[in-house]
């Protein structure tokens, strides 16, 4: 009874550790991407990175160009949302619009941050989390029962 109590203790503490680390990474990451939005907060730009995400995991899939309905199902966002996103993602050159109802990452706006200090940011944060959580798992001393 004491072992199993015990190893619930331990597997909460892990779990406990494993949602901090997740939680760190998410916080580092939207933070770092919310910086090219000087202009308004993370709440109000939050829809839009969620849409540019969408679009740049399915040209990374080399699917065809996405339309505004599957980016709405996908992130289960409202397609009038995903509309007034997509509009504002073109007018920043985050991606662009590809026949009729198709969008796509564009390139050159990639092209130009290159080297940005918050995409080198981002993959660091990926690194350390990928780093922490694979040693949680190491295995470690065991103590006899």
Known sequence: MAAEISSK???LAKRHKQSAIISRLTVTCFMAMRSGYARKHLGAVFE???????TRINDDFGAPPIS????SRHLGLPRSNVRRCLEVLIDEG??????????RGELDWLAARIDAEYFL???????????????????????AE
């Open 9 to 11: 203790t331990d597997a």
């Open 48 to 54: 839009e990175i969620l849409v540019a995400l969408a």
């Open 68 to 71: 505004a309905s599957d980016i």
């Open 94 to 103: 985050v991606i662009r619009k590809e026949g009729e109802h198709g969008y």
């Open 121 to 143: 940011k981002i993959r660091d944060a990926i690194v350390a989390a990928a780093d922490e959580l694979k040693a949680l798992d190491a295995p470690g001393p065991r103590v």
